[in-house]
């Protein structure tokens, strides 16, 4: 049974940084995808973004570019989210997300069957 449980959320001034963290078990194959989401109240779940475990290749939105990093513990089945340079905007829900084979091109939470509780992350100006 595939669980995901994120830790490292809060609450963080404009300009510094969290740091998230998910822990995957349960996953019969090392050949998955895992992602980031977030949702702000009234919006639509976006990606924010993704890894193939196998390959290593990644996936980010462009609201997050060059300010967020998403690697992982393959060895540990964990996968990371550092968020650096945070804004106000960046306030939200965030999910941690896998499934098998590849990371959707379309970048859809609809792709993705496991999620985790979701962690707050909360950015004042």
């Known amino acids: 049974q595939v669980q995901l449980v994120e830790s490292g959320g809060g609450s963080v001034q404009a300009g510094g940084s969290l740091r998230l963290s998910c822990a995957a078990s349960?996953?019969?194959?090392?050949?998955?995808?895992m992602a980031w989401f977030r949702q702000s109240p009234g919006k639509e779940r976006e990606a924010v973004a993704m890894i193939n475990s196998w390959r290593g290749s990644t996936y980010y939105s462009d609201s997050v570019k060059g300010r967020f990093t998403i690697s992982q513990d393959i060895t540990k089945n964990w996968v990371y989210l550092q968020m650096n340079s945070l804004k106000p905007e960046d306030t939200a829900m965030y999910y941690c997300a896998a499934d098998a084979g590849r990371c959707p091109t379309d970048r859809s939470p609809a792709y993705f069957r496991y999620w985790g509780q979701g962690t707050q992350v909360t950015v004042s100006s």
């Open positions: 349960g996953f019969p194959s090392i050949d998955k995808c």
